[in-house]
Every structure is written in C-alpha cells, then in structure tokens.
C-alpha cells in the first residue's frame, strides 16, 4: 500500500536474490538465494536479469539471447532505441526491428520519440516568436483516440476490480506458506508441516 503498509500472505522480491512475505502472522520474512560457487562452464557464466545466480552460456545458448552483453530469455522483448523494438526467440534468435517513419514534407522532431510529427499532415507550428507549441487544426481531430483511451481505462478498472474480487475470494480459503529447498524457493500446501 502507499503508507508502507502490506497485505497479510503478500508476498515480494526485493531483488532477484531475495524472496519476502508478511506471514498470516503480520511478520516480515525473507530468504535468500544461495548461489553454487564451484560453477563449471564451458562458456562464460551469463547473469540472466531476473534470476539470482549465474547459469552457464553453453548449457543456455538455446533459451536465452545474447546482446551487446545484455542477456535475454526467449519471449522477452525491449527497445534498443528510440527507433529500434527487440525480441528473443528460441534457438537464441534475437529479432530486431526498426520502426518505418512517415514520410513527411515538412517534420517537426520530438525528443525522445522515433518518428517526428508530420508539419504538413494537419499539424501546424505557432509562427516565430510564439514558442514551439503545436496547435492541433481542430478541437475534435484527436476525439477517437480519446474516446478509445476512455474505453481502454474502463476495460482496466473492470479487469483490476474482478482480479481484487478473485484475491479476496482466494484469500480467504488458502493460507499461504513458503518453504526454501536448497537454491530454489517454492511453495508449500498449508497441511505441509516441514520441507
């Protein structure tokens, strides 16, 4: 919650060696991953983000992919830049690609985006002296948008209020518990009384 304040069974990872929950008991506990030391590679030991120890490059190459020395797992996408959009396939594929930009007779750039706004498109600068503002050439030429972002944030409210109806169900009829085997952390059935 924003006064600091958790759900009892919420459970976190403060980073991705450390597991925590608040225990039905109102009490914060956390583990910590141990890492294997004696690691033997045949290739270099990867940091995957999101995983706590490191894993090695030859046991891997299949499922994650390599970067300019940024490692991703198969699925995962990101943006190499303003203009370029990546993603990880399996067999260690890494796609890129890049976005195609109208063609303008006129464009005005936009710092921190690709593609700059078409001048000559309906969008017209302020003359000199007036500032860089953009005038749009209509009050209602961005009406859909809005009234698709309006309908896109009611979709959201509605999937969040049935997921917090679903918690509180779910919550009531479970406890939650967290039992730490060797490296890996896992959950437990409640009936559970050791690992």
């Known amino acids: 919650l924003n006064d600091g304040s958790l759900f009892l069974g919420a459970s976190w990872r403060p980073d991705d060696c450390t597991s925590c929950e608040c225990s039905l008991d109102a009490k914060v506990i956390c583990y910590r991953e141990q890492c294997d030391t004696d690691i033997t590679c045949r290739g270099k030991p990867l940091t995957v983000k999101g995983r706590c120890c490191p894993i090695c490059e030859d046991a891997l ?11 991703y797992t198969v699925g995962e996408q990101w943006r190499q830049d303003t203009c370029t959009n990546c993603s990880c396939h399996s067999g260690g594929r890494t796609v890129c690609r ?25 969008w017209a600068a302020l ?69």
Do not use: M
Request: aromatic share 4%.
């Open 61 to 71: 190459s299949s499922t994650v992919c390599s970067l300019d020395s940024s490692v």
């Open 98 to 122: 890049q976005l195609v930009c109208p063609q303008c007779i006129e464009p005005v750039p936009i710092e921190g985006h690709c593609c700059p706004l078409c001048k000559d498109e309906g």
């Open 127 to 195: 003359s000199e002296g007036e500032g860089q503002s953009l005038d749009s050439p209509s009050p209602h030429a961005n009406s859909l948008l809005w009234i698709g972002l309006g309908l896109l944030s009611l979709a959201v409210v509605g999937v969040i209020l049935l997921l917090l109806i679903l918690y509180k169900r779910n919550r009531a009829e479970t406890k939650v518990c967290f039992c730490i085997r060797s490296l890996v952390g896992f959950c437990c059935s409640h009936t559970q009384t050791q690992c």
